[in-house]
């Protein structure tokens, strides 16, 4: 029989993060993937934001995925409305989708990059990574679990199968998940009426008719093809989601689409196509004993303000560090009890953030005058202009959403504390979070005496950086995840202050 510390079912997004948070700190980690090879065919997710870019700087890969990233942040931090990409601009929103952040706000500007992009560095970083195993080729077709462990069966596409035993699991595999299906979780809530085509095409001949010049989205706002659509790179490739179309219509027309939404005749070559439907769906439990969820296994939402993958990210680094905490030895069992009470309200907040961005489409922004080159279409477009302005401001400018996530109910945080900790430049290029320990931090002002705190991490195994800081007021207890487990003074009893960071007693 196979061993691993923590099977992870899934090597999307999510399940990888979660495998390089838990092989970062030497936890042995087989992720099971069916996938061969990351697909280029759905790039679903292209907004990567800039928590997930703070989480890949502490990984050490944010430049790494800057490099291949298609678009780089400075040819474009604008989304634009337009009757086509040819046609009438009705409205522009700049600095969006976090590219172009407040000065000192967060350690990393977003990134526009196709989720593939993102796919293919993660496995290099998985591999790179010796206490994990991307078994690729294989799926979870059922696991079992009791006190000691869970058995986890796994089948491979050549036939064979096996039995993996591990301390804890984490499904990862996704809206069909076979892991929430095994420990009897059920997703609560809506789908969407409205059905919408994706498509990439190549359509090299297309740039020089876009009169609105580089922007990371184009919504179309014309009767043919009520669309929003992007660049994949710079050469020629696209994304396009036309809203309101069905499966069949999408693959009839999908050219006519293509044309409406350029306002000119392309000669387009559709490459896939992704019919898919908006969920507003949470998981009942994300968790059963030993067996956890995470990413779209455990809450989907509507793509719009592109928060799913991102809100994926955050869950596999809260459970990642936890895990391997609990592992290790230094945490305790209140630590496993916190992601569920940490991660959900995120999750329902993001939900009912994307579904309310999901309220004005470009099928709702429809107007007959909106193309006409007199007086009526001028007040056309000025009446659009205003509603767009009123109603999708929110979902291109959310960086409080992404940033400010406080853990106020969770076990393992102290009152006032729960937020992440503020950002701030101690040099050019020298962020906060770079001098932040792998394990805790205690922030404090230069010349405090740690010694009580150093004196308790140490008796209960964790490490703990003592980072003086000046200027800093009082003491921060930091977490991995950078946020505050604690505040307060040298006063404080620093065991039971680590006790309760680190989730009560080791077992
Ligand atoms: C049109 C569109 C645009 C989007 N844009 C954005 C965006 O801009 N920003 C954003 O944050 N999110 C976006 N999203 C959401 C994003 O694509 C998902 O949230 C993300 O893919 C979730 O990652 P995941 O790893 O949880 O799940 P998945 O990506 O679904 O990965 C699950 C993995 O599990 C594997 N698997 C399945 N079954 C099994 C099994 N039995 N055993 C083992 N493995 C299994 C699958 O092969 C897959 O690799 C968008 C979604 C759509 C539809």
Redesign the pocket.
């Known amino acids: 029989m196979d061993r691993a510390q923590v099977l992870v079912?899934?090597?999307?997004?999510?399940?990888l993060a979660t495998a390089v948070e838990l092989g970062r700190r030497g936890i042995d980690c087989l992720v099971?993937?069916?996938?061969r090879e990351v697909s280029r065919s759905r790039p679903?997710?292209?907004?990567?934001?800039v928590r997930t870019m703070e989480h890949l700087r502490r990984w050490g890969v944010a430049d790494r995925l800057r490099e291949r990233a298609p678009l780089p942040v400075a040819w474009s931090q604008d989304v634009v409305f337009c009757t086509s990409l040819a046609g009438h601009e009705l409205s522009r929103f700049h600095g969006v989708l976090g590219l172009a952040p407040e000065e000192g706000r967060c350690a990393e500007p977003g990134q526009q990059a196709p989720?593939y992009v993102l796919e293919e560095l993660l496995r290099d970083v998985v591999g790179g990574l010796d206490a994990c195993t991307l078994l690729t080729g294989?799926?979870?077709?059922a696991l079992t679990q009791d006190e000691d462990g869970v058995r986890v069966e796994v089948a491979g596409d050549d036939g064979t199968s096996r039995t993996v035993l591990a301390d804890y699991a984490v499904g990862?595999?996704?809206?069909?998940?076979?892991v929430r299906a095994q420990i009897g979780a059920d997703y609560l809530g809506e789908h969407a009426l409205r059905p919408?085509f994706?498509m990439v095409v190549r359509a090299p001949g297309l740039w020089p008719h876009v009169r609105h010049g580089p922007a990371v989205q184009y919504w179309t706002v014309n009767p043919v093809a009520p669309a929003l659509m992007g660049p994949l790179d710079r050469d020629g490739m696209w994304w396009v989601?036309a809203f309101g179309v069905e499966r069949d219509a999408g693959h009839a027309r999908a050219g006519a689409i293509v044309d409406a939404v350029a306002g000119v005749p392309v000669d387009a070559e559709v490459l896939s196509t992704?019919p898919?439907t908006a969920r507003m769906q949470l998981v009942d439990t994300a968790r059963r004993g030993r067996v956890f969820l995470?990413?779209?296994?455990a809450h989907l939402n509507p793509?719009f303000g592109?928060?799913?993958?991102?809100?994926?990210i955050g869950d596999a680094v809260d459970l990642g560090w936890k895990l391997a905490a609990v592992l290790r030895g230094w945490g305790g069992p209140g630590l496993l009890a916190s992601y569920e009470a940490e991660r959900r309200p995120v999750q329902e907040r993001v939900i009912r953030a994307a579904e309310d961005n999901m309220k004005t489409l470009s099928t709702d922004l429809l107007d007959d005058d909106l193309d006409r080159d007199d007086a009526a279409g001028d007040r056309a477009r000025a009446a659009a202009h205003r509603r767009i302005q009123e109603t999708k401001a929110a979902e291109f400018h959310a960086l409080d959403l992404v940033l400010d996530v406080v853990h106020d109910r969770s076990p393992v945080v102290a009152d006032g504390a729960g937020d992440r900790l503020p950002h701030a430049w101690l040099a050019p290029g020298h962020s906060l979070y770079d001098d932040l320990g792998p394990e805790l931090t205690l922030v404090a002002p230069p010349g405090t005496d740690a010694t009580a705190f150093t004196a308790a991490a140490r008796e209960r195994g964790v490490d703990l950086r003592v980072l003086h800081r000046p200027g800093s007021e009082g003491l921060l207890l930091v977490r991995p995840d950078q946020h505050v487990a604690w505040r307060g003074d040298t006063d404080a009893d620093a065991g039971a202050v680590l006790a309760r960071a680190c989730g009560g007693a080791c077992d």
């Open positions: 079912a899934g090597g999307g997004p999510v399940g099971v993937e069916p996938r679903r997710c292209k907004t990567v934001n989720q294989h799926r979870v077709v990862c595999d996704g809206p069909r998940s076979v919408n994706g989601i992704d898919w995470a990413g779209d296994a793509p592109g928060h799913g993958l991102n809100t994926g």
